[in-house]
């Protein structure tokens, strides 16, 4: 770790990707990164030998670096070049996937550019192309923008731990081992008494055994039973403790409305670039299809957060949208933060003309439960 980030909270965009699309500016802001990382690599005759989505790190703020300094085994001198360009094509595979998955269009020029090979030339020259066909994503306020994001995507996961399951790494990058503890060392027998004092140990036993046995006979005869003498007792067999009740599942979004009412046909809510995360900003598409032939009117709605463990509700107010009757549909482009629980969903209710509501749109719905 660089020494400007020791100590910041990261994840691997691997761990991100699984969860979120990025975008046209986060893409750009990985392939910089990692195309930068390499140059630096490159120019000291050095490999990264281990390029993958793991090795490039996020961090709460939002910066990418390319994690790894190098350190591995050295190529031989025929093969470094071949290895270098290697490691050039797969981070431009990286900036091609990461763009082919976004949901937001990304520029003409980035796509052109993308769609064939790198530039040859090195990591460098494919850095300087990638600035030079994102264009405004490159620039310092596209960078502050993608950084922005990035930093929205990456709270969820570092304050909640959402996401797949993965390995905790000790202090020397193995994966760390629970193995079972290790059986205790058995005791060792103290010492016995020095041999004089085992001789008066064993008269005192061998006199407090006659006068147990004297006391026995004497309430024998008297008439009192002797106490049992079986064998030893028998334990009892134990009881196993019962085992904890299944989590309830996480329960489904109550309906509130109807799918359509009145002149509204259908209301749709969808997420504009990537699945929406806990606590974190969620670009959305609201639209409200009207039946034909319906005239002039005005469409109001609102957005609802819900808590489906809780059942807590929070509306967020939309502005109104004046339809012609040539229109089909009333459309809003939105910006709503989710809850903050381990269940948030978001829906979006018609309250005039008539009352319809969407299909839920569920908030990191892997969770098994409340």
Do not use: K, N
Not at 102 to 131: H, I, K, Q
């Amino acid at each position: 770790m660089s020494p400007e980030r020791e100590g910041r909270p990261e994840v691997s965009l691997g761990r991100l990707c699984a969860v979120a699309h990025l975008g046209p500016g986060p893409s750009v802001a990985a392939g910089r990164a990692v195309l930068a990382g390499l140059e630096v690599l490159h120019r000291r005759g050095l490999v990264h030998g281990g390029l993958d989505a793991g090795a490039v790190r996020i961090g709460d703020d939002g910066t990418v670096r390319l994690a790894g300094d190098g350190s591995g085994p050295e190529p031989a001198p025929e093969l470094l070049a071949g290895r270098q360009r290697a490691e050039v094509g797969a981070a431009w595979e990286m900036v091609r996937t990461l763009l082919a998955a976004s949901l937001v269009t990304p520029p003409a020029a980035l796509r052109g550019l993308l769609d064939g090979p790198p530039p040859p030339g090195g990591a460098g020259t494919a850095l300087a192309a990638l600035e030079a066909a994102a264009g405004e994503l490159a620039q310092p306020t596209g960078e502050r923008r993608a950084a922005a994001r990035l930093a929205e995507l990456v709270e969820p996961l570092r304050r909640y731990g959402h996401g797949p399951a993965r390995p905790t790494f000790g202090a020397a990058g193995a994966s760390t081992v629970i193995s079972a503890p290790a059986a205790p060392p058995r005791p060792v027998p103290p010492q016995g008494p020095p041999a004089h004092r085992r001789r008066r140990l064993v008269l005192a036993a061998v006199g407090a055994a006659a006068l147990g046995a004297a006391i026995w006979i004497g309430r024998g005869s008297a008439g009192t039973a002797p106490p049992s003498t079986g064998g030893p007792p028998v334990a009892a067999a134990a009881t196993p403790l019962p085992s904890a009740p299944p989590a309830p599942p996480i329960p489904a979004v109550p309906a509130v409305a109807p799918a359509s009412a009145g002149v509204i046909a259908a209301v749709h809510l969808e997420p504009a670039a990537g699945p929406c995360l806990p606590a974190a900003v969620c670009a959305l598409q609201l639209r409200v299809d009207l039946l034909p032939r319906t005239a002039t009117t005005t469409v109001r709605a609102l957005i609802e957060v819900l808590d489906r463990c809780t059942g807590a509700r929070t509306e967020v107010a939309v502005a109104p949208m004046r339809v012609a009757p040539a229109a089909a549909s009333a459309r809003w482009s939105l910006r709503v933060r989710a809850g903050a629980g381990p269940a948030p969903a978001l829906l979006a209710l018609a309250t005039v003309p008539a009352r319809a509501a969407s299909a839920p749109v569920l908030v990191a719905p892997f969770l098994p439960s409340c």
